[in-house]
C-alpha cells in the first residue's frame, strides 16, 4: 500500500510559477513509477508527467519545456515544477504510484487545486 500526499497548489496568475510536491507513505525507492496527471472541470484525466526509479522521465506535449518533475527518494517525494503557466493548465492535479510486483497496481492520491487566472 502506498499514501499519496499532494500539495502545493493555489492561484497563480498566467506566466507564473508553482512547485507541487506529493509526499509518499513509504519508500518511493522501489515504486517503478511516479507520476502527475490532471483533470479539468468536464474533462478526461490526463498524464502531465512521469519519472521512474531510473529517473527517465515523460511529459505531455502541452507542459514540455514549462513543467520539470524531479524525485528525492531520501524524501519519499515526487515534485513537480510548473513555469509559464497558464490558464488552460487550470485542474485538479494528482499524483499517482505504479508498483510492479506480480501485477500492476497504481495508487492515487486526493489532488491539489490549480488555478491559473488573472
Known amino acids: 500500500q502506498v499514501q499519496l500526499v499532494e500539495s502545493g497548489g493555489g492561484l497563480v496568475q498566467p506566466g507564473g510559477s508553482l512547485t507541487l510536491s506529493c509526499a509518499a507513505s513509504r519508500s518511493i525507492f522501489s515504486i517503478n513509477v511516479m507520476g502527475w496527471y490532471r483533470q479539468a472541470p468536464g474533462k478526461q484525466r490526463e498524464l502531465v508527467a512521469t519519472?521512474?526509479?531510473?529517473?527517465?522521465?515523460n511529459y505531455a506535449d502541452s507542459v514540455k519545456g514549462r513543467f520539470t518533475i524531479s524525485r528525492d527518494n531520501a524524501k519519499n517525494t515526487v515534485y513537480l515544477q510548473m513555469n509559464s503557466l497558464k490558464p488552460e493548465d487550470t485542474a485538479v492535479y494528482i499524483c499517482n504510484a505504479k508498483v510492479l510486483a506480480g501485477t500492476l497496481r497504481n495508487y492515487w492520491g486526493q489532488g491539489t487545486q490549480v488555478t491559473v487566472s488573472s
Open positions: 519519472i521512474t526509479s531510473g529517473g527517465t522521465t
